[in-house]
């Protein structure tokens, strides 16, 4: 009877050492999600802000402006740029008329 108990006992030990470490890993893993998801909403902050200083950017080719552009309303940029995006189109093809 005795050695079910210490047999029970180290069943009961293991189970909560295991529960235990579990618990460390998975608070982790919130910590190292939640670092994440604000590490790619900068990413994404920062892709939209270059693409909106190739749009604005009289140094660089057209094309590559137009192609900044495009990305730029697909990633749901909006506002002024968007508004200036669609004014450098619209005179880029009239002057290829």
């Known amino acids: 009877m ?10 009961a030990g293991a189970i909560t050492a295991i529960l235990v470490l579990t618990g460390r890993i998975l608070s982790r893993l919130k ?4 670092q994440f998801n604000i590490l790619q909403e900068h990413t994404e902050e ?7 200083i190739i749009i604005m950017s009289p140094d660089m080719p057209i094309g590559e ?11 749901g940029g909006n506002g002024e740029v968007k508004a200036f995006y669609k004014k ?4 880029y093809l009239e002057s290829e008329e």
């Not at 005795?2 to 069943?11: A, K, W």
């Not at 910590?31 to 939640?34: L, R, T, V």
Request: charged fraction near 30%.
């Open 2 to 11: 005795t050695e079910i108990l210490l047999y029970l006992g180290s069943v």
């Open 31 to 34: 910590k190292f999600a939640k």
């Open 46 to 52: 920062n892709y939209l802000n270059n693409l909106r």
């Open 65 to 75: 402006r137009l192609k900044a552009g495009e990305k730029y309303i697909k990633k």
């Open 88 to 91: 450098l189109l619209q005179d």
